[in-house]
């Protein structure tokens, strides 16, 4: 318990230095003072600690995220993997669905993302497309000891001013086409992209991920410690039993463990995510995504965007 409380006042202490910085010097960048004032906007203890929660994952994210892999990840009871999940989780996203994300030509806002994200925190989406994109270095891969290559391929979607101005040695501003780039390049190396959402990052979708099952903290939480962190695509991979000449590719680069051998590649249902890794990489091109409502709906900034204009006329 002791602590607990020590821990607490530090946390305050905190809070009222960040608070007085912000209200009576410029002794900190221009993106820390946004970071806090937007944890006054609902006037509650709880927002302005979650603006110092967001502070520190934003400005310490390889400390935080190696904190969580090595430290709490391997110690937390049930009750405490559910609460993590409800404010830190990941939406896997096929290729295409990620691509058009970075190609946005319009503006999104939406709140009720409840079939998308089936979170009770954290679902909100807010682009203004073409949106920004920050590349940030995989704080996952950064706590490994031998970590996949190359390791900048987490990018922020949206205003990545926070992450630009406190890891500028991490992090760069990148183009449309190098972010799609980089899509494409992840997706052959039998990579996923997921959607994170934060509850300490405003409440929203936050970035693209390229992860790989042996370095992501996500993955990891959901495969062997079955901490519910990634919700599926909505898609389904789907086997031609007259075009499979199993080869065992996909069984080998299935991040998910989902597809076994038999006399044709199997897919356990259950277990897959619909990433489409087992796609991109099947030679003879015998696996397709299917849709598969039962799976959730995807993340699909195209008809999220029709959506939006309907409710706006």
């Known amino acids: 318990m002791l602590w607990l409380l020590l821990g607490f006042a530090i946390l305050l202490v905190g809070l009222a230095a960040l608070w007085l910085l912000g209200e009576r010097g410029r002794l900190i960048l221009p993106s820390t003072l946004a970071a806090i004032r937007s944890g006054r906007t609902g006037g509650r203890r709880r927002g302005k600690l979650n603006a110092l929660h967001g502070y520190v994952y934003s400005r310490w994210p390889n400390q935080y995220i190696s904190f969580f892999i090595n430290t709490l990840l391997p110690r937390m009871t ?3 993997k559910r609460w993590w999940a409800n404010r830190y989780h990941g939406k896997v996203l096929p290729t295409e669905l990620a691509r058009e994300i970075i190609t946005l030509n319009h503006e999104i806002k939406r709140t009720d993302l ?3 994200i089936p979170y009770p925190t954290a679902r909100d989406i807010v682009l203004r497309g073409p949106p920004n994109v920050v590349l940030l270095d995989c704080p ?3 706590a490994r000891a031998n970590p996949c290559q190359p390791t900048d391929v987490c990018m922020v979607v949206g ?3 926070f992450t630009l101005e406190h890891n500028p040695h991490t992090s760069r501003r990148i183009t449309q086409g190098e972010a799609l780039d980089l899509l494409q390049a992840e997706h052959e190396r039998g990579h996923v992209h997921t959607a994170y959402f934060k509850d300490a990052c405003d409440n929203r979708f936050y970035a693209i991920c390229n992860c790989c099952s042996c370095c992501c903290g996500g993955l990891e939480a959901m495969m ?3 901490v519910p962190m990634v919700a599926s695509s909505g898609y389904v991979a789907q086997v031609d039993d007259a075009e499979c000449i ?3 590719t996909c069984q080998a680069t299935c ?4 597809i076994t051998l038999d006399r044709v590649s199997v897919v356990d249902w259950e277990k897959c995510m619909g990433c489409g890794v087992c796609q991109g990489q099947c030679d003879t091109g015998a696996i397709r995504l299917v849709l598969d409502e039962r799976k959730g709906l995807p993340l699909d900034v195209r008809t999220i965007g029709v959506a939006t204009e309907a409710v706006a006329h």
């Open 78 to 80: 049930p009750k405490l």
């Open 114 to 116: 409840e079939r998308i």
């Open 140 to 142: 996952c891969r950064h």
């Open 159 to 161: 205003d990545g001013s």
């Open 224 to 226: 062997k410690h079955g």
């Open 246 to 248: 199993a080869c065992g």
């Open 255 to 258: 991040p998910f463990k989902a």
